[in-house]
């Protein structure tokens, strides 16, 4: 069983819709999440972080993280077709490299 | 403030060929590394460099070398190219490793071995 788990989609939606981008995860010592956004043919970028349980807010962005349930979301209001890309969800446990989840690929219909 | 640069942008290699990917970083960062990327696969880290003068083993090693040349610099090197070594290759850099580990990362390097 992989540590991070992600649906790699596609997932499409309509312009203006509200996006909910999930992964769950095993390792209990994960402490800090992160979300990346990867255009096609470009390297990741890093889009939020958070420290611990609860929701973290940037703009049209929320990243939210249950660490009772291994669980982490992001999600995206006003959804635009700039938002067209392959979101990675990644986590850090201690002194360990980040373990990146595959990536969900969405797509934005204008 | 270029943050992390790469070259080659392409590259396309013959089984057993050598070559060196190159990656700079302009963030004064302590920490650099090397993924590759395949389909279905996510991003798996090859070598890292948690300070300039170190070096580690990532998940996937095996088939490559690296040197942490100075702070700025970390590069990749495929001593005997196969093909199971297409892909996209990313370099990242974060301030620390560890906990607080904020990894930005560089455009990639596509590479195919023929």
């Known amino acids: 069983q992989k540590e991070v788990e992600q649906d790699p989609g596609p997932l499409s939606v309509p312009e203006g819709a509200i996006v909910s981008l999930n992964c769950t995860y095993s390792?209990?010592?994960?402490?800090?999440f992160m979300w990346y956004r990867q255009y096609s043919r470009k390297g990741p970028e890093l889009l939020m972080y958070?420290?611990?349980?609860g929701n973290k807010e940037d703009g049209r962005f929320t990243a939210q993280v249950d660490k009772s349930s291994k669980y982490i979301s992001l999600f995206i209001r006003d959804s635009q077709p700039s938002d067209s890309a392959t979101y990675l969800c990644?986590?850090?446990?201690?002194?360990?490299?980040?373990?990146f989840g595959k990536g969900t690929h969405l797509i934005i219909q204008p | 403030n270029a943050g992390v640069t790469q070259t080659p942008k392409f590259q396309v290699l013959k089984t057993g060929q050598s070559m060196t990917l190159q990656c700079a970083q302009d963030?004064?960062?302590?920490?650099m590394y090397w993924y590759r990327q395949d389909p279905g696969m996510g991003l798996r880290l090859i070598y890292y460099?948690?300070?300039?003068?170190?070096?580690d083993k990532g998940e996937v090693p095996n088939g490559y070398n690296v040197s942490r040349l100075n702070k700025r610099e970390f590069s990749l090197r495929l001593e005997s190219a196969a093909p199971s070594q297409t892909s996209v290759y990313f370099c990242?850099?974060?301030?620390?490793?560890?906990?607080?580990?904020?990894?930005?990362f560089g455009p990639g390097t596509r590479l195919t071995v023929l």
């Open positions: 958070t420290y611990s349980s």
């Open positions: 963030m004064n960062h302590n920490s």
């Open positions: 460099s948690a300070s300039e003068g170190t070096t």
């Open positions: 390792n209990s010592a994960f402490q800090y």
């Open positions: 990242a850099s974060s301030a620390l490793a560890g906990l607080y580990n904020e990894q930005f």
């Open positions: 990644a986590m850090i446990a201690g002194a360990d490299g980040l373990t």
